[in-house]
């Protein structure tokens, strides 16, 4: 199968020639990655790049000056049902929001440069949790691994300071070293264009309005989610697009005769299939699945007796009978029949 390689990989590919350093090569290898067709015919070629995507990182973790090891780069490992990297100019309140969000103690000051390495925390959001990642501000002197972690996470919440008489100065600014980082926030033709919410924090300032009215004529077409880590206002709708953002499904399994389990969803991508689910759970299952039984997930009587007393119900007892191929919905409940 050929591999038809698109002309984003080809960049990618001749930046990564041209690469002098280990930052470099692993920033285009990323991106050849991200940019490289997903299909039978380039397995190989997307096994070979993980592998050199892991052999760069580790090149960066044992590299030394003078000798000495410098232990100065950092990549968090993916949790929950997606991860969601956090930047913004110093003093933002991004290590506020994480703490609120998460419960992670993270430390907060009111002076710049309070976080040195990556936190990573837990959001719950109903019934699954979404990793949230805070990182050292975006400044001149914001280190490689920063970007690395803003260019794998799923999306970005790029956090602005509501409070700042110079955010407009400091957005663009931020927006400028995003940029130079190969890293938009908005579709660009040849930038990586990373998934962002773009949240303005502080909202209870007693300025911020105005603020806020200003830099959306700055930033016409991007919408600013006004929100408080101090007070908690924005911070449902924030949970809330979050998950849409991320393009999730869950789905619950039963087995015949029994209640489904609604305690830990399978998390797909939207419009996956009964298949994937399967393949999700263990790829014996899905190697002698024959067929399925379903239940819709939105407004439905509950099982009686599930294992969390209410859940989505069936239109039927028997539930509806689906084949490999069928497309899941968000919260429905699969059984499987081999």
Known sequence: MPANLSPEFKQAEERFRAAKTPEERLMCLEEMLTAIPKHKGT??????????IA?????????????A?????????????????????PNTGKSALVRTL??????????????????????????????????PPVSADTPAWVYHILRTANMILWVIDLADDGLVESTEETRRLLE????????????????TI???????????????????????????????AETGAGLEELKRRVFKLLDIIRVYTKKPGKPPVMLDPVILKTG?????????????????????????????????????GSCPKPPSPDGQRVERGHILQDQDIVEFHT
């Not at 130079?180 to 998934?195: D, F, G, M, N």
């Not at 299939?273 to 509950?302: C, N």
């Open 43 to 52: 397995e190989k070629m997307q096994a070979d790049l993980k592998s050199r």
């Open 55 to 67: 052999a760069t990182r580790k090149e960066l973790s044992s590299s030394g000056k003078s000798g």
């Open 69 to 89: 090891k410098r232990g100065d780069w950092f990549h968090v490992e993916r949790q929950g049902a997606g991860q969601v990297a956090l930047c913004g100019a």
């Open 102 to 135: 998460t419960g992670l103690q993270t430390h907060v000051a009111a002076y710049p440069f309070t976080t040195t390495a990556p936190a990573a925390g837990m959001m719950p959001f109903e019934d699954i949790q979404v990793q949230l990642v805070d990182t």
């Open 180 to 195: 130079a980082a190969r890293i938009s926030v908005v579709p660009h033709a040849e930038l990586r264009h990373q998934l």
């Open 198 to 228: 773009v949240v303005g924090n502080k909202c209870d300032d007693p300025g911020a309005a105005d603020r806020l009215a200003i830099l959306a004529e700055f930033m016409p077409g991007i919408d600013i989610l006004p929100v408080s």
């Open 272 to 308: 996956s299939t009964v298949m994937d689910a399967a393949y999700h759970l263990h790829k014996e299952i899905a190697a002698s699945m024959q067929f399925a039984r379903l239940w819709h997930g939105a407004g439905h009587d509950p099982f009686p007796s599930s294992e969390m």
